[in-house]
């Protein structure tokens, strides 16, 4: 199972943590990668939503889950269509690859400077 999780709690900037509408960074990130998803008719991985991945230092924190491979959290993105393009860019090569691992040449360059752990799958 493939997800994108999303930090709902996260910033908006550093100095605010909600937008002019009362919406976090973490909430306006998600609500980016729904409409990229609906716009190129996506429906093979899932939004998820979580209330702190405890990186709040790292806003905003976007959890890249996958049950088969390597997991990554990744932090440090601007609530922007950009953003989401980056992480849906580079997730998708990570599907494509055996265990999760892309080559960091292959990296889009909006994902460069946005890892922060990787968790590997289960094993059980
Ligand atoms: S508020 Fe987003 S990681 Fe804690």
């Known amino acids: 199972m493939r997800a994108i999780v999303f930090c709902t709690t996260c910033r908006f900037s550093d ?6 509408d009362g919406i976090t960074g973490g909430e306006m990130l998600a609500r980016e990668m729904e409409t ?3 716009d190129e008719g996506r429906e093979d991985i899932y939004v998820e939503r979580q209330e702190c991945l405890w ?3 790292e806003h905003c924190n976007v ?10 959290l990744t932090g440090r993105f601007a609530p922007e ?6 992480l ?30 990787r968790l590997p799958p289960e094993t059980r």
Request: charged letters at 30%.
């Open 15 to 20: 100095k605010e943590k909600v937008n002019a």
């Open 36 to 38: 990229l998803l609906a």
């Open 55 to 57: 990186s709040c230092s």
């Open 63 to 72: 959890l890249l889950r996958d049950t088969e491979k390597f997991s990554y």
């Open 81 to 86: 269509r950009e953003s989401a393009q980056s």
């Open 88 to 117: 849906l860019e580079w997730f998708d090569m990570h599907g494509e690859s055996k265990e999760g691992a892309v080559s960091f040449r292959q990296w889009p360059d909006g994902m460069r400077g946005h890892f922060i752990a």
